[in-house]
């Protein structure tokens, strides 16, 4: 492990003279690199964006309808607003015989805009090159086994679109109310590593 | 030209990357044929970004059988994919 | 011949690194400053995402694999700015 914190005071120290060099040269301000880092991690959690989209596609079949037709104005409707550049966003949903689940293997394209800065395991390049090629021994490794005859999606979001899960709903969530679902939804349902 | 041709429903075979461009096809869709299951619109090719004369093209999804990419496996892989990696594929 | 980043389908790679945190996006503090510095000169135009993508595809392959996901990150921001000229206080 020393030689892991060698590399990361190594880096660290390589960010901060990358950084001086940019303030001294009039490029960009110590504020402004801050603000870029409020714009993104404020208000938006992991999931939180992503599960109010869910909860009411489970409470509304015809925003449900509307939601995987076409996903930026289903945002629209909600409220929700991205950061940055919006990309074609392109919601797929579980069904009971069908499991999707999402990837960029090229560089792991995320909708961060919607969400956040994706989870670290994401980006890992186990991640990306073996889910397309063998997504169930994937899954397992997450504790999700996927029935033989539940068909699996692979999603590689290599362009302009971004994609998102709409997990089935669990049994058992009946009653709960619409804030109490949007509790039950994890980072993992939304990119398929999940079953909600 | 053909790629007019290129709508959902079609069947095409992807160019393979250069991979000393910013192309944005994955190596292992490259020579592969797949069913083109929508239309993006059109989007600045992204090597033509990063060249400096940024042009438009058709991104289309186009849906692979994990049998036909890997030789084995009973899934399907989806691949966003531009107009210019492309070409109709004859029916098989 | 595909480049190193293009990863998709390639055999030999072991476990997903499942227990790494989801709720926590950086690591380490220099993460964080990577990721502002990117999305600052992202918001005022001085890069955008292809070059971006572009840079981390073409820094020394050798150090893609061993490298975090933010260490290519560090590694591609020197790149630009090397290529871009932008530190030489013209701007």
């Not at chain 1, 993104?40 to 409470?59: K, P």
């Not at chain 1, 979001?157 to 009653?175: C, F, I, W």
């Not at chain 3, 400053?33 to 981390?56: D, F, L, P, Q, T």
Request: a negative charge; glycine letters at 8%; hydrophobic letters at 35%.
């Amino acid at each position: 492990m020393s030689g892991d914190h060698h590399i990361d005071s190594e880096t660290s120290q390589r960010v901060r003279d990358l950084e001086a060099a940019l303030v001294d040269a009039g490029v960009l301000t110590g504020e402004e690199i801050d603000e870029a880092l409020d714009r993104y991690l404020a208000d938006r959690g992991v999931v939180t964006n992503g599960a109010r989209l869910v909860a009411r596609a489970w409470l509304d079949d015809e925003f449900r309808d509307r939601l995987l037709t076409d996903g930026n104005a289903a945002c629209r409707e909600l409220g929700l607003e991205w950061v940055g550049e919006e990309p074609v966003f392109k919601v797929v949903a579980n069904l009971p015989d069908v499991h999707n689940v999402i990837v960029c293997t090229l560089c792991s394209c995320y909708p961060t805009g919607l969400l956040g800065p994706s989870p670290h395991w994401y980006r890992s390049v186990e991640y990306r090159a073996r889910v397309v090629r063998e997504p169930r021994s994937v899954l397992s490794e997450f504790g999700v086994d996927v029935p033989a005859d539940t068909s699996i999606e692979v999603w590689d979001a290599s362009a302009d679109a971004r994609y998102m899960v709409l997990p089935d709903r669990p049994a058992g969530s009946e009653d709960l109310t619409e804030d109490e679902l949007v509790e039950l939804i994890t980072v993992r349902g939304l990119i398929g590593t999940a079953l909600v | 030209m053909e790629t007019h041709d290129i709508r959902i429903g079609s069947h095409v075979s992807v160019t393979p990357p250069n991979w000393t461009e910013h192309s944005r096809t994955p190596g292992y869709v490259g020579d592969r044929t797949g069913a083109v299951l929508d239309d993006y619109g059109t989007h600045p090719l992204p090597s033509s970004v990063v060249s400096g004369e940024p042009v438009d093209e058709r991104l289309f999804s186009v849906r692979f059988d994990a049998r036909d990419l890997f030789g084995d496996g009973d899934h399907s892989v989806h691949v966003d994919l531009y107009e210019s990696a492309l070409e109709v594929a004859h029916e098989r | 011949m595909r480049g190193v980043h293009d990863v998709g389908g390639r055999d030999g790679l072991g476990p997903i690194p499942v227990n790494d945190e989801d709720a926590e996006p950086f690591h380490s503090d220099w993460e964080a400053r990577i990721y502002g510095i990117y999305r600052a000169m992202a918001a005022k135009g001085i890069v955008n995402e292809h070059e971006m993508r572009s840079a981390v595809e073409r820094i020394d392959p050798d150090r893609y694999l061993e490298a975090t996901y933010y260490g290519r990150w560090v590694d591609a921001i020197e790149l630009l700015i090397e290529e871009k000229g932008l530190a030489l206080g013209d701007s």
